[in-house]
């Protein structure tokens, strides 16, 4: 076997694509610019490890299942000007998860409160925080089926290994009283061990219409609120403004219709 064959033979063995992949190209370039096998191998290593992380980025995106992406750079605070751009921007550090702490993103249906939550769980992805995304209608529904098919243990362990879960339009629906339970359990489980980012359009005192019970709410909004950052987005619809923005674009520019 030829030295070449076998160094891409080795390369395949252990796993490092990039490296074999550009080694002779690095090695050229390092050629041209006089460049010393210290730095022709350091630039080797560092396309290795910018790829093998884009992978792991790109396999948590995938993984926290977001509906649309979103970043904060497309976020028009100017719309909503009750939102502290600041706090946002420091929240997107990610040090609230280190800290185990919650985020609860509370106002009017469409002000930007699930563009926010996906984009802060983004930028932890883009963190190496795992993180999973979810409309509480649909939570719940899978925790009733995994209930219903005795795996409901096994499953609040594999959410439990998520640093940030996003639970969004929390009140958008009514509960039922089984379903209420097992979100109280989840959250209840996640106490301290794990934080969460929640968008509701009601005000607590109007959370016993989605739980229909003033007790179980009651203890429900004092472990999501302890330790928790609470952004109001009360406002003009984001949304419908956004909505005005672009009809305002198209009068002037009726060639993009």
Not at 55 to 77: C, H, I, W, Y
Not at 98 to 103: M, P, Q
Request: proline content about 3%; hydrophobic content about 40%.
């Amino acid at each position: 076997m030829s030295q070449e064959l076998l160094l891409d033979y080795y390369l395949k063995r252990l796993k490092l694509p990039t490296v074999r992949r550009l080694y002779k190209e690095l090695a050229r370039d390092a050629a041209e610019h006089n460049k010393t096998f210290e730095e022709y191998l350091q630039a080797l290593m560092e396309q290795e490890v910018i790829h093998r992380e884009d992978n792991q980025l790109q396999r948590r995106l995938k993984a926290a299942g977001f509906p649309v992406p979103k970043t904060l750079e497309s976020f028009d605070f100017t719309v909503m000007p009750s939102v502290n751009k600041a706090k946002i921007l420091a929240l997107s550090k990610s040090e609230y998860i280190r800290d185990r702490e919650n985020i609860l993103l509370v106002g009017n249906s469409g002000t930007g409160k699930t563009h926010l939550a996906t984009a802060l769980g983004i930028a932890a992805c883009r963190q190496g925080y795992r993180v999973r995304f979810w409309r509480v209608g649909q939570f719940v529904a899978e925790l009733q089926e995994a209930q219903n098919e005795h795996r409901l243990s096994r499953l609040e362990k594999q959410w439990l290994r998520f640093d940030l879960v996003v639970l969004d339009e929390l009140g958008y629906v009514s509960l039922s009283r089984p379903a209420s339970e097992l979100l109280f359990h989840f959250v209840a489980a996640r106490y301290e061990r794990g934080s969460l980012i929640i968008t509701t359009n009601l005000e607590f005192s109007e959370w016993p219409q989605v739980f229909g019970d003033q007790k179980m709410t009651a203890a429900l909004a004092d472990r999501v609120t302890h330790k928790a950052h609470i952004i109001e987005m009360n406002g003009e619809s984001y949304r419908f403004r956004e909505t005005l923005r672009r009809q305002e674009a198209l009068k002037h520019h009726p060639e993009t219709r």
